[in-house]
């Protein structure tokens, strides 16, 4: 595998988390309009679009929810192919790997985490790709 395959391997995990953490805004936006309770008070009987609405927002939230589920599904398998490739790779490598693709940690969090300079932990991460690409 190459450096750039191996590169789009690990961040296809982290889009994914960013992607499933967007659904569950979402499902919980669309949650929020069907709990919401309006009431208009009025002596005039007449129809209202209420239901109408209150159906679509049901709708939209199953669809959410289900594309939740497919997103959560692809995720888990992502995890537990990059995390058994992960596991092969040697320490210190292994540690970064985990730390930046499976935690999603930013490079100065990880600078901080293993007290390195901000250049020196970029070039870890670099050659930890690297060993990954070769397994």
Known sequence: MKEAEARKELYSFLHSKKLEERKLEQIEQTKCKLTKITSVLSDMPKGSSNDDKM??????????????????????????????????????????????????????????????????????????IIKYADL
């Open 55 to 128: 159906a679509e927002n049901i709708a939209r939230l199953l669809d959410l929810v289900s594309e939740h589920i497919k997103i959560m599904e692809e995720e888990e398998n992502n995890l537990i192919k990059i995390t058994n490739k992960i596991n092969m790779v040697e320490q210190p490598y292994k540690n970064i790997l985990e730390l930046r693709f499976v935690n999603g940690l930013k490079i100065e969090e990880i600078s901080v985490e293993l007290n390195k300079e901000y250049r020196y932990t970029r070039k870890l991460i670099r050659k930890s």
